[in-house]
């Protein structure tokens, strides 16, 4: 089994002023140390990390921890897509065997950041590195998203935390909606991560969470879709084990293979591990 969708920092208040006071659980450091355990106990062979901080230094730090961690297999990092020396970047990164692709934290950004044409291009030139990029977008995003894809139908591409859907509301129409028409992409693979997290804390339900999971087996189908934790940011509203144990109660309706590929087929094949 492989977790597509971990986070480690070193906490400074200034940097991660986003983890607010409603977020004291995770404001310290995670470390490549604080999740083995979990990994042993649940089986999982490995993990990809994804960045969480927008700098070069992010992506170094990374690096050097996925140097000393053979469970990091592959690395998720930050680059800056609005740089007019982007390839000149994306050629000192060429000898990290272990860095998969990039991510911008496009959620924070204003309307239509993903349509910026700088911002394209770049994207464009990742295949022919042999990059993936990771969409980080909230449900309302969406549209953009599927905007960007079209634009990019030979780069591949995944979806992190199934989109964001807005669990509070509740509302899944709209989500939905813009989830079938994302997915018809077939560049586009699709993370189950970070669902909870948009749940109001502590009064989600397994049953409450089916109908999201159904739409996006519905529209990604078993073999673009890839498990992820997002730890240590999902301690806010679950923890490790519980998601892994709701994930494979959900796919026991699929076949023995098809679980594979959804735990760690889909992984390698996608982030090359």
């Not at 079938?180 to 049953?207: D, I």
Request: net charge negative.
């Amino acid at each position: 089994m492989i977790d597509t969708h971990v986070h480690f920092w070193q906490y400074d208040e200034v940097r991660d002023s986003w983890i607010d006071d409603s977020m004291e659980v995770i404001r310290k450091d995670f470390l490549p140390s604080d999740i083995e355990e979990l990994l042993v106990s649940n089986s999982v062979e490995g993990i990809v990390a994804v960045q969480a901080d927008q700098s070069i230094a992010e992506t170094r730090f990374l690096l050097d921890l996925a140097e000393n961690n053979p469970r990091i297999l592959g690395i998720v990092g930050w680059i800056d897509f609005l740089s007019d020396n982007f390839e000149e970047q994306l050629h000192t990164y060429r000898k990290y065997s272990k860095l998969k692709g990039w991510r911008h934290i496009v959620q924070a950004e204003p309307e239509g950041f993903l349509a910026y044409p700088q911002f394209v291009d770049n994207v464009k030139k990742l295949k022919e590195y042999n990059y993936i990029y990771d969409i980080l977008v909230y449900y309302s995003q969406l549209e953009e998203a599927i905007e960007f894809a079209e634009k990019l139908p030979e780069q591949k591409l995944v979806l992190d935390h199934m989109g964001k859907p807005d669990l509070k509301t509740p509302e899944i129409d709209h989500w939905k909606k813009n989830i079938t028409v994302l997915a018809k992409s077939a560049n586009v693979y699709c993370k189950l991560s970070g669902l909870v997290t948009e749940a109001e804390k502590g009064k989600w339900t397994k049953e409450m969470l089916e109908p999201y999971l159904d739409v996006i087996f519905e529209n990604f189908g078993t073999s673009r879709i890839m498990f992820g934790s997002d730890w240590p940011v999902m301690l806010l509203n679950t923890n490790y084990t519980e998601w892994i144990q709701l994930v494979k109660d959900y796919i026991q309706r699929f076949s023995k293979e098809e679980q594979q590929q959804i735990l760690r087929g889909n992984a390698v094949d996608f982030y090359n591990l």
